[in-house]
């Protein structure tokens, strides 16, 4: 009997889940513009973009926790290499910056 064979997926456990889930809904609801290759997008074109690329390198087994999510799919575009950057209110700042600042405040809130 031959049983097929499917790439390695690394399975995220719960936590990382949540923390990712949460960073997908705060780049969401944050109401900033997301600016990827010199062009801006809204906030829900932003989080189904990097959800792309997320089952991607899910697929890959390329995401074992928020933190390479952030790297591998949040920093830079895997086609040019320019960063990825955000404008809130006016003021822009690299994306993987500000999802890092993020993450740390889900952390620091968590019971």
């Known amino acids: 009997m031959l049983l097929a064979t499917t790439p390695s997926q690394a399975q995220l456990d719960a936590r ?6 949460a960073l997908l809904g705060f780049v969401e609801s944050s109401g900033c513009l997301f600016i990827r290759n010199g062009s801006e ?7 189904q973009h990097l959800q792309k690329k997320l089952d ?3 697929n890959k087994g390329l995401v074992d926790n ?3 999510f952030i790297a591998r799919a949040a920093t830079e575009s895997s086609m040019s290499g320019k960063p990825y950057k955000v ?3 006016g003021q822009e700042q690299l994306s993987a910056d500000w999802l890092k600042q993020e993450l740390t405040r889900l952390r620091a809130a968590r019971p």
Request: glycine letters at 0%.
């Open 41 to 47: 997008y809204p906030a829900a074109e932003a989080r």
């Open 66 to 68: 928020a933190e390479d």
């Open 56 to 58: 991607y390198l899910e």
């Open 87 to 89: 404008n809130c209110a």
């Open 16 to 21: 990382s889940q949540q923390e990712i889930n």
